[in-house]
């Protein structure tokens, strides 16, 4: 009987869990939404304009797949967790288009610390989500603000 149950379990478990994706653990760090390193818009504008969580999570797998064969930049994201990078950079974006999400990732610095990022790599991957967005048909003044929250997160990112 038990071991009925278990096949059972496994056939309809095992599966799910062959595609469930896994991330690799990171040291510890303190979870605060302040972390996604710029304030959330006002209302609900500007998460509906990016199409809510179904739009967000289009664009960043957008920005992070170009990102990945852009030669400019493909081999800065090499060995990390590109599984971690899409979950948190999609609760980053939902938190500052405020929409219901908080951020549980590291601040942009403790994430980007020691990477070596220049800022030509900062303008090709800015291109690479642009593109991303225009694929997305997101407003084009839409599309500016947001950027404009990101702009000063050079600041952090870029290696001094
Ligand atoms: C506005 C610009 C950027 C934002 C908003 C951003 C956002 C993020 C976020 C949310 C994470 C994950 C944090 C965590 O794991 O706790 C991250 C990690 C990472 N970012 Fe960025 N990023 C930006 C620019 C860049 C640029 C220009 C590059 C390289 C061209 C880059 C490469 C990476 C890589 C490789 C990681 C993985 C770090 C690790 O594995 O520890 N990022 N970024």
């Known amino acids: 009987m038990y071991a009925m149950l278990t096949l059972a379990l496994l056939l309809v478990l095992g599966p799910q869990a062959a595609v469930v994706p896994t991330e690799q653990p990171v040291a510890s760090y303190v979870?605060?939404?302040?972390?996604?390193?710029?304030?959330?818009?006002?209302?609900?504008a500007m998460w509906r304009a990016f199409h809510e969580a179904?739009?967000?999570?289009?664009?960043?797998?957008?920005?992070v797949d170009r990102s990945l064969i852009d030669p400019r930049i493909s081999d800065i994201f090499k060995g990390h967790d590109m599984v971690r990078l899409r979950r948190t950079?999609?609760?980053?974006?939902?938190y500052i288009l405020h929409g219901p999400c908080d951020y549980s990732g590291r601040t942009m610095?403790?994430?980007?610390?020691?990477?070596?990022?220049?800022?030509?790599?900062?303008?090709?991957?800015?291109?690479?989500?642009?593109a991303a967005?225009?694929?997305e048909h997101i407003?084009?003044?839409?599309?500016?603000?947001?950027?404009?929250?990101?702009a000063p997160m050079h600041r952090t990112?870029?290696?001094?």
């Open 109 to 130: 610095a403790a994430a980007h610390k020691d990477m070596g990022v220049q800022q030509a790599d900062f303008a090709a991957l800015v291109e690479n989500l642009q």
């Open 54 to 63: 179904a739009g967000i999570a289009r664009i960043v797998d957008d920005t």
């Open 139 to 150: 407003r084009f003044d839409a599309q500016n603000r947001f950027l404009a929250k990101l």
């Open 89 to 94: 950079l999609k609760e980053q974006f939902c």
């Open 31 to 44: 979870h605060d939404s302040a972390n996604a390193g710029a304030t959330p818009f006002r209302g609900t």
């Open 133 to 135: 967005m225009r694929k």
């Open 157 to 160: 990112v870029v290696k001094q």
